[in-house]
């Protein structure tokens, strides 16, 4: 069967290296509530899940053109990504008659794609507004990994890791806006006209030196106009405070995370286990 090839073919990809960080993150937070045997059978369902949505992400966004579903084209690409999300979560349903950890990927996975949706259009007006749209896009499913992995050791205060999930997905996403935006090739955020934290900063009227970007996000010049300045550009985003705003909201999101995993009620010794793999 061809779709049972390509799923295969692409896992294999995918993991050649290794297994993703949430199945990590998931057995992490297992073993910190628990000292029983995780259950390889719900890591697998997310890391068939995760793999989907890698998938959905590089086709919106026209990326990873070295990928193996980049080579086999959108259509076959998209239907092999939907039969496997499909494929995870039935599998899930089989693998647990706990409906309630069916009913926290599902409802992660729900806000992930409505963040993920929010992104597409790109309507974002403010700082507090593209938080909470990578809140829900990159933190629901850090939550995701690390609720699951809190429940299936029946730990009950699942409220604390949602909170610091979310927190940790904040930073995840603005570490990533840091790196990605003194990028300037064709699948950059610059060229998506994505409105990242750093860019906003430099869309707001009271940088006077900003005024290229704004003309550009406005459609007054074009992409190779704003490439003709990009070293003023990166210039102007180390100069204008921009990314020393970004980097004090990524500490200030690090901070939220670290005194609520302090608060678990677990020994010292895994409350350092957890705060070293995830920060």
């Not at 259509?75 to 979560?89: K, P």
């Not at 009950?156 to 930073?171: N, P």
């Not at 106009?225 to 020393?244: F, H, P, Q, R, W």
Request: include cysteine.
């Amino acid at each position: 069967m061809q779709l049972r090839k390509d799923i295969s073919a692409f896992s294999q990809e995918k993991f050649k290296e290794n297994r993703t960080p949430f199945a990590d993150s998931l057995k992490l937070h297992f073993y910190s509530f628990s000292e029983g045997t995780c259950h390889d059978d719900v890591t697998s369902c997310l890391e068939g899940l995760m793999l989907s949505l890698d998938m959905i992400d590089d086709i919106q966004d026209d990326d990873n053109e070295r990928s193996l579903w980049k080579k086999k084209g959108l259509s076959t690409s998209l239907n092999t990504a939907i039969s496997l999300m499909t494929i995870s979560q039935l599998h899930l349903l089989e693998s647990t008659d706990r409906p309630e950890i069916v009913k926290t990927m599902l409802t992660c996975l729900s806000k992930s794609i409505e963040g993920q949706h929010q992104d597409l259009y790109g309507n974002i007006k403010s700082p507090e507004q593209y938080i909470e749209m990578i809140k829900m896009k990159s933190g629901s499913l850090i939550a995701m990994a690390n609720m699951l992995g809190a429940m299936l050791a029946d730990f009950k205060d699942h409220q604390i890791v949602e909170d610091y999930s979310y927190d940790l997905g904040v930073v995840a996403q603005i570490n990533n806006d840091i790196q990605d935006v003194i990028k300037f090739e064709e699948k950059s955020d610059w060229r998506l006209k994505k409105k990242t934290l750093p860019i906003m900063y430099l869309l707001n009227p009271s940088i006077k030196e900003g005024e290229i970007v704004r003309d550009y996000y406005s459609g007054k010049v074009s992409f190779e106009t704003v490439l003709s300045y990009k070293e003023k550009i990166i210039d102007l985003l180390k100069t204008s405070g921009a990314l020393n705003y970004t980097v004090a909201q990524k500490i200030l999101y690090e901070q939220r995370a670290l005194k609520k995993i302090e608060r678990l009620p677990i020994s010292d010794e895994k409350i350092k286990m957890i705060k070293d793999h995830l920060l």
